[in-house]
């Protein structure tokens, strides 16, 4: 469930930190790991992680606050939640970051922000049909099962039915 805008503004920062900081932490200790020198493994490594990786961190902070910033405002100025304001707003976010490098890397930033976006959406549209088309079908299978269940259970009530009348004609002979 998602929040309202205001809470969502700071989760997504909150969560865009937290993968950012995962992320970059990952990639710190294996590269570290890897171009240390022999007796200092350890050592390098920890002082490339402490120094890189909450940047990084912040870095995705920043972008997930300006994304969801903006995505909630389109939200409201348009007064309509569909997939047009997240991508909207990937492009937009991607222009605004980039706009320090002028007009054509803020194009392009946008451009990249946008399709980026749009293919996380479709992938989402995608899982999502994919899914409730396996609810519908688990809930038809188990609509099938149950009046597989109650037609059994019925014929064996009239089974139990048929030998109780039997039983009692043997009685009355």
């Not at 606050?65 to 304001?85: H, M, P, Q, W």
């Not at 609810?135 to 064996?156: C, D, G, L, P, S």
Request: glycine share 10%; hydrophobic share 35%; net charge positive.
């Amino acid at each position: 469930m998602e929040a309202p805008c205001p809470d969502k503004i700071w989760q997504d920062a909150g969560g865009a930190f937290g993968i950012g900081y995962v992320l970059m932490g990952t990639i710190n200790l294996i590269t570290g790991l890897r171009r240390s020198p022999k007796g200092l493994k350890l050592e390098f490594t920890a002082r490339k992680m402490r120094s890189k990786t909450p940047k990084f961190g912040g870095n995705f902070a920043i972008w997930g606050t300006l994304f969801s910033g903006i995505d909630c405002s389109l939200a409201y100025i348009r007064k309509k939640e569909d997939t047009v304001n997240p991508i909207a707003a990937g492009a937009l976010t991607g222009a605004i970051l980039a706009a320090r490098g002028g007009w054509k890397a803020s194009t392009q930033a946008a451009a990249f922000g946008g399709v980026f976006i749009g293919l996380i959406e479709a992938f989402q549209h995608m899982m999502q049909r994919k899914m409730q088309q396996q609810h519908e079908e688990q809930q038809r299978a188990m609509i099938e099962e149950r009046k597989k269940y109650e037609e059994e259970k019925k014929a064996r009530e009239e089974s139990r039915k048929q030998k109780k009348k039997q039983e009692k004609e043997k009685r009355e002979m």
